[in-house]
């Protein structure tokens, strides 16, 4: 330490009229003031955690003056709202965004070492919230950032899991999942607002009655109430003033404490209530192979829905009369299936609750609601059972009873001959389990459906969502993906984002567009030394957390080959072990062979119900540990799973990477974030003709993308044939060596059994088609490895890769949505406070 942050004998009382003033010394007296007032510690008995949050309550009190701005002059000019519904939100670290969006980053800088302290240390203090399972939730987090970057109203809401995605642990090549409690230490940047509460019902019965006016009405009688407890966080815009909330709703119980159970001696039974009720926000995603299961994750979906829903409707009617004119107020997105039962419960607080007629409520609703689809995987197009339905939503279950009979009532008119389309429409599949298609009622219940990326656009037309693209080919959309330039570029690679500043200047942040400026420079022997050092700098630190972590040397200078996504079967993981491996014999056969080094880092988490996708990290772990010990290796070739993939552990992964493994099998991913962020910080593309793949290779060039694989319809095409796996295996001899050498127990100490239900998936069922593709992406390993070794050309086709990248800046999506499907816009918020505070670029020196 320098000096002492805060005087030992007296408390920092000092008086300045600017309290949240952004000068180093104001900045300097807060962050005392916080570690004092707050943390309640001086600087000698202060932990890193404490100074972690004695900074953040500094940046979130600077926060707090732009949002309470914006708050009010959204109230003041009765704005038109994004609402964006989603399960999951993956925001990451917010002390280094916000200092990155608040122009702060130099200035804090400044003022934590003149108090004698590491900024960067401190900023590795704040825990990573896992309140989402990979692409769906840092979307959410990205499309946050775009809409107050653009200046849209908007406010996103969720759940706040008190423990969210497991942390991953690996055991013995295994994974293992511990609780991720990242409300350990509490959270700085959230405020509680517990007058703003609300009640919300499960399960009971319903019965009818005639209101005052004589008309028969239905009545929910719940078994019981939930209490949905509010928590806002504020997210900054870039290079603005806007800061709009995320608001996170909190399960508590309605009757915390049953005095008459404890003063009978069942002090379990006087709390049970209360912690049957806060389980709901409990664990995001609990395992739904049981019923109990189920039921949680139903229940989960509804309370976060029903909390937002009497939340938008409270605030509308504190600036209007009724809710006629909602649609023109309020824009609200359904992020995938998991909040499609917003449509219920619209109808039902409109029609029970307000009063109005069925078709009123419906085109509000309609107008109102917009529909995101993320998948093409039919299991993840949400079915509940009716039974399930009706004993947690029984209300629910009859309202949507009553859209499907008058929705199939005109299907029948304008096809009348056709009941093989009306049993598809229909939001009820009949079978031995009636079900609840959940999908069906995001489409029917939305004026707006869309996907997002192109292929996967066309293919829910074609194929998942064909029969309501035949009846209404006006609604559909196509919205592709994007991430935001400010986190994942100027947070994560801030020796390039210095780059690309001195270059062009800093409205590329707004307008990643501006990048294509540097085409020229590709030519220009000078500026391709300067990329290769900035990428050979984030390997280096790369390797030194490997080293950290996994007690592994690797070779900085080798090729860095990643696949970093959840672990799933079709995002096959598995046939970029078989290339490892395939390799490996390669070099078996001939110690001598000439390849260029390479480092294979895989990272991701299996759901912890997906027994085969364990196994596949259990595989990628013992391939790892013969492939690194060998010999005759001779570190050509190493292998690596990094633990607890997460946002800020990508924030180093993406700028180091030299290779993007994007190889899911064609057709089956949606789209893909981190094949954008991958790109966006100067990594080729190893991929298939699947999801934004196929746009990420239209805008950087074909000769700048390594295709292999089967499209989509040659996939299609091919399973309608009679795809036979085993005749593959038997045709190609490194295909077949490489499958009978993890079929006789060589990576796994001679044990036979323990990858044969892998083995045998693929011998006899291979749905994803990793032999069909294995040859294919076999070649097109071979052809990186050729390219790599031409260290000029490599760095051209690199720097095309990322400046050519704009279309997957988030602000363009947000764009598109707001002036396609939401008709949202900008608002723009005044501060004096704002045009002296954002002078100049701050770009980290180090993450």
Not at 558 to 569: A, G, P, T
Not at 601 to 629: R, T
Not at 638 to 652: C, D, E, H, P, T
């Amino acid at each position: 330490m320098n000096e002492p942050m805060i005087p030992q004998e007296q408390c920092p009382i000092q008086v300045e009229d600017d309290r949240t003033g952004m000068s180093v010394e104001t900045l300097k007296r807060a962050f005392a003031d916080n570690l004092f007032y707050l943390q309640g510690k001086y600087e000698s008995v202060a932990t890193a955690d404490d100074f972690y949050m004695a900074l953040a309550y500094t940046l979130r009190d600077r926060l707090l003056n732009r949002w309470l701005k914006t708050l009010k002059t959204y109230l003041e000019n009765d704005v038109k709202t994004v609402y964006y519904l989603s399960a999951e939100f993956l925001m990451g670290r917010h002390l280094g965004n916000s200092l990155i969006n608040l122009n702060l980053y130099d200035r804090i800088r400044q003022a934590v070492s003149e108090s004698g302290l590491d900024l960067e240390e401190i900023l590795e203090r704040e825990p990573d919230p896992g309140l989402g399972n990979g692409g769906l939730g840092r979307l959410a987090a990205c499309f946050l950032d775009s809409l107050a970057t653009l200046e849209v109203p908007a406010v996103g809401y969720g759940i706040r899991y008190e423990f969210g995605i497991f942390h991953q642990m690996i055991q013995d090549g295994w994974q293992a999942e511990i609780p991720d409690k990242w409300l350990r230490l509490g959270n700085p940047w959230e405020i509680p607002r517990p007058d703003q509460s609300v009640e919300v019902k499960l399960g009971g019965h319903t019965e009818s009655y005639r209101d005052a006016k004589g008309r028969t009405r239905m009545r929910w009688i719940p078994a019981k109430t939930v209490m949905g407890i509010p928590y806002d966080t504020p997210v900054p815009g870039y290079n603005t003033i806007t800061v709009n909330p995320l608001r996170l709703w909190k399960a508590e119980s309605s009757d915390d404490f049953d005095f008459g159970e404890f003063n009978a001696g069942n002090y379990d039974g006087a709390v049970s209530e209360k912690m049957r009720s806060e389980t709901i926000s409990k664990v995001l995603y609990p395992n739904d192979n049981t019923p109990q299961g189920k039921q949680l994750r139903l229940e989960q979906q509804f309370f976060f829905v029903a909390c937002s829903l009497q939340d938008i409707i409270r605030t509308h009617l504190t600036r209007h009369k009724g809710l006629e004119n909602l649609p023109e107020r309020a824009a609200i997105q359904l992020n995938d299936t998991h909040p499609a039962v917003a449509i219920a419960e619209m109808m039902r607080l409109l029609v029970d609750e307000h009063g109005l007629d069925w078709n009123s409520a419906w085109r509000i609703t309609q107008k109102t609601f917009a529909y995101t689809n993320h998948t093409l995987l039919p299991e993840a197009l949400e079915r509940w059972s009716v039974s399930l339905f009706e004993a947690v939503l029984p209300r629910h279950l009859e309202i949507i009873y009553e859209i499907n009979f008058r929705f199939l009532e005109d299907v029948k008119q304008w096809y009348p001959n056709d009941t093989g389309l009306i049993n598809r429409l229909s939001l009820i599949e009949e079978g031995d389990e009636k079900k609840v298609r959940m999908a069906n009622l995001a489409c029917v219940g939305s004026h707006a459906i869309n996907g997002v990326a192109a292929l996967h656009s066309e293919l829910l037309k074609q194929d998942t969502l064909k029969d309501f693209y035949k009846l209404w080919p006006e609604k559909f959309y196509n919205k592709t993906n994007g991430v935001t330039p400010r986190r994942w570029i100027l947070l994560s690679n801030p020796k390039l984002s210095e780059l690309f500043t001195e270059k062009v200047g800093d409205g590329w942040l707004k307008d990643l567009d501006k990048l294509r400026q540097l085409e020229p420079l590709v030519n220009d022997a000078q500026f391709r030394a300067r990329w290769r050092a900035i990428k050979q700098h984030n390997k280096n630190e790369m390797a030194e957390y490997i080293r950290t972590h996994n007690g592994l040397e690797i070779n900085p200078e080798s090729l860095f080959d990643i696949q970093v996504k959840r672990i799933h079967e079709y995002k096959r993981q598995h046939l970029n072990v078989l290339n490892i491996i395939t390799l490996y014999n390669r070099i078996k056969q001939n110690p001598g062979l000439n390849i260029q080094p390479r480092t294979f880092i895989f990272g991701g988490k299996a759901a912890p119900g997906y027994w085969m996708a364990k196994l596949v990290i259990k595989l990628i772990n013992s391939v790892a540990e013969v492939v690194n010990k060998d010999p005759d290796v001779r570190g050509r070739i190493k292998v690596v799973f990094l633990a607890n993939f997460n946002a800020s552990l990508g924030q180093r992964i993406y700028p180091a990477a030299d290779l993007s493994e994007q190889i899911s099998t064609a057709g089956k991913e949606a789209s893909g974030t981190g094949n954008m962020k991958f790109a966006m910080n100067g990594a080729m593309t190893i991929g298939t003709l699947d999801g934004a793949n196929i746009e990420i290779r239209e805008e950087a060039g074909a000769e700048n993308f390594f295709l292999f694989g089967l499209t989509a319809q040659e996939v299609k095409d091919l399973k309608k044939q009679g795809y036979k796996p085993w005749e593959y295996y038997e045709q190609n001899a490194e295909l077949k060596q490489t499958i009978d050498r993890i079929g006789s127990g060589f990576f796994s100490h001679g044990d036979r059994n323990l990858f044969k239900p892998l083995v045998d998936s693929l011998m006899y069922n291979d749905p994803y088609m990793l032999f069909a593709d294995y040859q294919s992406y076999v070649d097109c390993q071979d052809k990186v490895d050729a390219a790599y070794a031409d260290k000029e050309s490599w760095t051209k086709m690199s720097i095309l890769n990322s400046i050519r990248m704009s279309k997957f800046s988030s602000d363009r999506t947000i764009s598109e949505y707001c002036k396609e499907i939401w008709k949202v816009d900008p608002v723009t918020i005044e501060s004096e406070e704002y045009n002296q505070a954002s002078a100049g670029l701050n770009i980290p020196q180090k993450v």
